[in-house]
């Protein structure tokens, strides 16, 4: 039987995080995924309002 997402209970978990061992769905992911990032770069006073930003990502099998 598929395991339901660790948070939401509702949805299939698609994929296990590396940093929590949670099994989590999609939408759950990317949920969790933008409010890390945005907590992070609030916290830390990141940007400020106008700042031009770039942004680049890495999937690979060693991305943490």
């Known amino acids: 039987m598929p ?3 660790e948070i939401c209970h509702a949805a299939r978990a698609i994929l296990k995080r ?3 061992g949670q099994r989590i769905c999609q939408p759950c992911f990317f ?3 933008e409010t890390e ?3 992070t ?3 830390n006073n990141l940007f400020k309002p106008g700042d031009r930003v770039g942004i680049g ?3 690979g ?3 943490t």
Request: charged share 20%; net charge positive.
């Open 57 to 59: 990502a890495s999937g």
């Open 3 to 5: 395991r339901q997402c």
């Open 61 to 63: 099998k060693d991305s």
């Open 37 to 39: 990032v945005h907590n």
């Open 41 to 43: 770069i609030t916290a």
């Open 31 to 33: 949920h969790v995924f």
């Open 18 to 20: 590396p940093k929590t």
